[in-house]
C-alpha cells in the first residue's frame, strides 16, 4: 500500500483579467437589471456550491466571473471546469479588486481567454490540498510515502494512479520483485530538489519531510535503483503485532530524547556488483553514525545489514 501526496505540475492554464485603471492581473440572489452583461466578482471560500452560484449567474445574464480566495485559501489555485468564463485570483490580487471597486464609480474589467502556459516553474510545488504527516496510527513509518502529480488534473485522485501505473511498469521490468522491492525503488530513487534548491509548497515556503516524505516520484530512477529495503508477509505482520524494527524505505525516531536509538535496515542489492558510500545530512543538534560505512556488493553478495 502506498500513500500519496499530491504535487503541481510545470504548466499553468492562465487568463488576464484587464481593470479599468489599466492594471492587469493573471491568473485562474442576483438582480438581471443590474447583472445582465457584466462581469461578477465573487469571494471563494469553498468550491463545494460553485456549480450552483454559476448556474445562478448564467440565469441572470452575467457573462463572466472572477474569484478571489479568501484569506484562507491564499494563493492555493487549482483549476476547474466552469460554466461561463471565469478566472481565478489569489487573496492579494483579489484585496486589489475590491480595492479598486471601492475606488471606482464605475468600474469596469475585460477577460481574455484561457491559453495553457507550459514550462511554468518552480515545479513541482506540494499541494496544499495533499494530507500531511506524521503518521498518528503508527508514528515510526511517516506518510505520505511519495508524492506525484495532481494539481490541476484531479487532485490526489490522479497522483495515485501515477504511482500505481509506475508500479507496474516495474513489475514487468521485474516480475521476480516482491511489492516491498518495487515500492522501496519508486522511495528511495525520489527527489527532494527541483533545479538544485527544495521543494516548496503552494505558499513558496519551504517544504518538509511532513508534507512529501521520500520526495516527488522519479520513474526513470527507480527501474534502476541499486539497492532495496525488501519485506515478506512476516515482517509485515510482526510490525502489527509487535510494533518491531520494521525494513521501511525511511527511518523514522518518533521520540528522540538525549538517549542512544539504534535503528538497522537490511538492504539488497538489484543492480550489478559495486560498493555503496553512506552519506549522511544531519539535523541539527542530532549525531548520526552508520555501520558500516560502505558495501560492496558482488554477485554472490545479495543482503547486508546495516544498523
Excluded at 448564467?58 to 474569484?67: A, F, N, T, Y
Excluded at 506518510?143 to 516495474?170: E, R
Aim: glycine share 6%.
Amino acid at each position: 500500500m502506498f500513500t500519496v501526496g499530491a504535487s503541481t505540475i510545470d504548466r499553468d492554464f492562465a487568463n488576464y483579467v484587464a481593470l479599468g485603471d489599466k492594471k492587469h492581473l493573471m491568473i485562474g440572489s442576483l438582480d438581471p437589471k443590474k447583472t445582465k452583461g457584466k462581469i461578477l466578482v465573487c469571494l471563494l471560500d469553498e468550491i463545494d456550491g460553485l456549480v450552483y452560484a454559476e448556474e445562478e449567474a448564467l440565469s441572470k445574464g452575467i457573462i463572466g466571473l472572477i474569484l478571489a480566495n479568501n484569506k484562507q485559501r491564499g494563493n492555493d489555485i487549482i483549476a476547474f471546469a466552469h460554466l461561463l468564463p471565469t478566472t481565478n485570483i489569489n487573496y492579494t490580487d483579489g484585496e486589489y479588486v475590491y480595492s479598486y471597486i471601492r475606488a471606482t464609480t464605475n468600474p469596469k474589467a475585460c477577460m481574455s481567454s484561457a491559453k495553457t502556459e507550459v514550462g511554468v516553474k518552480p515545479a513541482p510545488l506540494i499541494a496544499s490540498l495533499s494530507s500531511r504527516g506524521p503518521n498518528l496510527i503508527q508514528p515510526s513509518i511517516l506518510k505520505p510515502d511519495v508524492i506525484a502529480p495532481g494539481v490541476d488534473i484531479s487532485g490526489t485522485s490522479i497522483s495515485s494512479p501515477h504511482v500505481a501505473a509506475i508500479a507496474a511498469l516495474l513489475k514487468i521490468l521485474y516480475p521476480d520483485w516482491t511489492p516491498a522491492a518495487i515500492k522501496s525503488a519508486i522511495m528511495t530513487t525520489a527527489t527532494t530538489m527541483e533545479e538544485n534548491m527544495p521543494l516548496l509548497d503552494q505558499s513558496k515556503q519551504e517544504a518538509t519531510s511532513f508534507t512529501y516524505r521520500a520526495g516527488h516520484m522519479e520513474p526513470e530512477l527507480a527501474a534502476d535503483p541499486g539497492l532495496v529495503y525488501d519485506l515478506t508477509i512476516d515482517d509485515y505482520l510482526n510490525c502489527l503485532c509487535a510494533h518491531h524494527d520494521f525494513n521501511y524505505p525511511s527511518i523514522v525516531v518518533p521520540n528522540l530524547g538525549k538517549h542512544l536509538v539504534e535503528v538497522s535496515r537490511t538492504v539488497t542489492n538489484v543492480g550489478s556488483p559495486g560498493i555503496y558510500w553512506v552519506y549522511v545530512k544531519e539535523s541539527y543538534g542530532v549525531s548520526v553514525l552508520v555501520k558500516p560505512k560502505y558495501l560492496e556488493l558482488t554477485k554472490l553478495v545479495k543482503r547486508r545489514h546495516l544498523r
